[in-house]
């Protein structure tokens, strides 16, 4: 069995890499992974290669004579007009957001947007020691008590 590359795949069929690899991610072809001087390189088979190639075979595209589709003037519908079955009720699939103007914690740039006063002054306040926050990995947090103090006293 004879392997080939990626790049070489793709010269065989007529596509680029990246056409290569979404016919792999499809499950349209096979692809075997050998470690290689870079990391894993692919390699593929000829025989499904091939295989690959003689699905690929398309007719004509763009506009053909004959009898092949509907002749002019002829209505197609745009719309299926069968009614959907019932459906199950959608999943929530995120989670509720709390609105702005009810959270505890907001981080600077909703400080800002709440307090109308700029970033940059919210976060030079936070470097001096002037408006405290928290910090929660690299996202500084203010309270929002700690926001309505420092607004007071400005």
Not at 57 to 78: D, E
Not at 110 to 125: D, T, Y
Not at 136 to 148: C, E, T
């Amino acid at each position: 069995m004879e392997l080939m590359s990626k790049r070489q795949a793709a010269e065989m069929l007529g596509v680029s890499t990246r056409g290569v690899e979404r016919a792999v991610r499809r499950g349209h072809l096979n692809v075997v992974y050998h470690d290689s001087k870079h990391g894993k390189k692919a390699w593929f088979s000829s025989a499904e290669l091939e295989r690959y190639r003689q699905q690929q075979v398309r007719g004509p595209v763009g506009f053909m004579t004959g009898g092949g589709g509907p002749t002019i003037g002829t209505l197609i519908p745009a719309v299926d007009m069968r009614p959907l079955p019932a459906a199950e009720p959608p999943r929530r699939t995120t989670a509720k957001t709390v609105p702005i103007v009810d959270r505890l914690m907001l981080t600077v740039a909703e400080a800002s947007q709440l307090s109308g006063l700029p970033r940059k002054f919210l976060v030079q306040s936070v470097r001096t020691g002037a408006l405290q926050s928290v910090k929660i990995g690299r996202i500084a947090f203010i309270k929002r008590s700690d926001l309505n103090q420092f607004v007071q006293g400005l």
